[in-house]
């Protein structure tokens, strides 16, 4: 197979002279970013817009004399017709894995390879699978196979995800395709939530039968469909070609199928994606104004309904350039806040979507994978340039983005009214894994009651259309099962998240999910030490390594991996998640935790604002000499605590 670069049809180069590439200089300060400080400059060069494309069908080769650096992926996607080879022939081998072309390419259908990594000697292979719900919508049927597909083919449990879906560990190879074509055949479905395309849309979770929240699920549906390859790779490989698509709605095909503005390749059965697909990963979420369910600032593409006063939908407000990745000790990587676009009427979205995906598509750095999200792009080029190409793929000029309320943390954590006469029941699910007594009582509940299930961004499940005479068998038959009322769950728990990490991880450092509930003891025994109140709750968020699943870096209290038994510390998230934390400490061991977190909540309850969170704090006192207090609470732990913090923040204050 041949590839082009530079001159695929769907190319979109800047018109205007004053567009051009600019060398990368370092975080820009956000418009939502409190926590200021001075970067230093780092050289990320991103190359002229000439450089590698999304490729069609084959094409003639532009004459060069030297090849753009490609990685290694991009060339596995390029010789895999189409994300079929040589997966297709791997999954049919008596090994218990695959090779790395393989692994890369099985991605796109929504499973990781893995092993176990508590384990010494031979590895024991075995694969994730992961789930696509635009919205974290779960028919009931669905959740049903779900539960069984963990008894009789993974670990046990059900991990519910901070994407609104599900993950299904410790798939073996030779039950690949009975459990790929399993969930396809019962309203499921893995396609493309991993890969370098479109992964699941984000939505509120919950059920409101308000105009708003249904065009918010609409949307999500929409664009989730909108950027679904269309080469039937996936119904290939798992179910031998047999397709099991619902039917799409008319202005999703008639978006995907325009080419007014050179989005498509038209000759290719990926008329969106190319044999390329996209640099990397790509996320999107819609929400309603207020509702932060859905972290909407650390999406590639952020997209919020807007209404006019009797509350019809009118539009949307879009944010790009979110996006939480990153590398340790590599500083010219970091994470970011997606930053306001512009605003685009409702019957536009879908092309405005298209557009922006085409402009990453085309644009985005496919030569090093550390530096290929968009929010690189943008970072290299200013959310003008970004614009000003955007504006060329989607062929009009963006209107001025609406003015937006406050932003909310919304849990839709216990009972309440769908709007419709039935009820909604959020329950906690600590880290989102089901398992044991809570697997089977949610089993024997859903099927009961015949309960379709949401999952929430926040790793929790809704159950819905529930019958106002079942609430009462339904919480007691729950609170047997441990799963219990949010009032009689710990604070420290309810807002808490991290990612599985070890034992089946590859990138895990350290441990998240097995570590936490552990470190959230000691969080609140150090509250009560400091006299902290029971309801004085931080948002704290582990992660295993950099990567940033559980989105630590939008904590009030972040705990990175960077090494064995030992943790980044981040500071300064907001409980409405609306602004980055910063890094404060390095290297600090798990047995050390208290050293940190004892000085910061003492100084916290002695020196904070009327009503001032634990993220707002620490942010606030990186400028003001109040500061020294914090060493005021004597002993001798503190002394290593205090030089750090002296050498990382005060120096940089203008103390």
């Known amino acids: 197979m041949t590839t082009s670069f530079g001159s695929a049809t769907s190319t979109v180069i800047p018109n205007d002279p004053k567009i051009r590439m600019q060398s ?95 384990e010494r000697g031979t590895r024991s292979y075995s694969f994730m699978l992961r789930t696509k719900n635009p919205g974290g919508k779960v028919p009931n049927q669905l959740y049903l196979t779900m539960d069984d597909l963990a008894d009789q083919f993974g670990i046990g449990t059900l991990r519910l995800t901070t994407r609104q879906t599900f993950q299904l560990h410790g798939v073996l190879k030779k039950n690949l395709k009975t459990v790929m074509s399993t969930i396809i055949k019962n309203m499921g479905s893995t396609f493309g939530a991993c890969g370098d395309l479109n992964r699941n849309v984000l939505a509120p979770a919950a059920p409101l039968m308000t105009k708003e929240c249904l065009f918010a699920q609409e949307t999500a549906d929409n664009i989730a469909a909108l950027l679904t390859p269309q080469s039937g790779f996936y119904y290939d490989v798992w179910v031998d070609g047999e397709r099991f698509m619902t039917s799409e709605p008319p202005e999703v095909v008639k978006a995907r199928n325009d080419n007014s503005h050179k989005t498509n390749f038209p000759d290719s059965p990926e008329p969106i994606y190319g044999t390329q697909f996209l640099p990397r990963k790509f996320k999107i979420a819609v929400t309603v104004p207020t509702d932060n369910s859905v972290d909407i600032l650390t999406n590639d593409i952020g997209v919020v309904v807007v209404s006019d006063d009797n509350g019809e939908p009118q539009g949307f407000n879009i944010y790009v350039g979110g996006g939480m990745g990153r590398t340790h000790r590599m500083e010219a990587t970091f994470p970011r806040l997606g930053e306001p676009l512009g605003y685009v009427p409702k019957e536009d979205i879908l092309y405005a979507i298209k557009a922006i995906v085409a402009t990453q598509r085309d644009h985005g750095r496919r030569d090093d994978r550390r530096y290929s999200r968009m929010k690189y792009l943008i970072s290299s080029w200013g959310i003008e340039e970004f614009k000003t190409v955007v504006e060329q793929y989607y062929g009009k000029k963006f209107e001025p983005f609406r003015e937006l309320p406050e932003w909310e943390f919304k849990s839709y954590l216990g009972w309440h009214e769908q709007g419709d006469g039935a009820l909604f029941c959020g329950l906690h699910v600590d880290n989102g894994r089901v398992g044991g007594k809570m697997k089977k009582t949610l089993r024997e509940v859903i099927e009961k009651y015949n309960l379709n299930v949401r999952i929430t961004p926040n790793q929790n499940i809704i159950l819905c259309d529930i019958h106002s005479a079942w609430r009462r068998p339904i919480t007691t038959v729950l609170a047997q099962a441990g799963l219990l009322h949010p009032k009689f769950v710990d604070p420290l728990n309810l807002t808490a998240m991290a990612c599985p990490a070890f034992p089946l991880c590859p990138l895990a450092i350290t441990e998240a999910e097995r570590g936490i509930p552990d470190i959230l003891k000691r969080v609140r025994s150090v509250f009560e030490k400091v006299g902290l109140k029971y309801n004085d709750s931080v948002v704290i968020r582990i992660t295993g390594c950099p990567n940033g699943c559980a989105r630590p870096y939008m904590a009030e209290l972040g705990l990175v991996g960077d090494g064995p038994n030992s943790y980044q510390i981040w500071l300064g998230g907001t409980p409405n998640q609306t602004q980055l934390a910063r890094s404060f400490m390095d290297k600090v061991k798990v047995q050390d935790l208290e050293n940190v977190f004892e000085p910061l909540f003492y100084y916290w309850k002695q020196k904070r604002q009327p009503k001032e969170s634990f993220g707002d704090f620490t942010a606030r006192i990186v400028s003001t000499r109040t500061t020294i207090i914090l060493f005021r609470h004597n002993s001798r732990k503190v002394f290593y605590f205090l030089c750090q913090f002296l050498s990382i923040f005060l120096c940089e204050s203008h103390l």
């Open 24 to 118: 990368f200089t370092g975080l820009k300060s956000l418009h939502s970013i409190a926590l200021a400080r001075n970067h230093r400059v780092f050289t990320l060069p991103f190359s002229a817009p000439s450089v590698i494309r999304a490729v069609s069908t084959p094409v003639k080769p532009e004459t060069s004399t030297t090849e753009p650096k490609r990685s290694k992926v991009e060339i596995f996607k390029e010789q895999s017709n189409f994300i079929r080879y040589p997966l297709n022939e791997e999954i049919l081998t008596d090994t218990p894995n695959i090779n790395e072309a393989a692994t890369q390419l099985i991605k796109f259908h929504g499973s990781y390879q893995q092993y176990n990594r508590d």
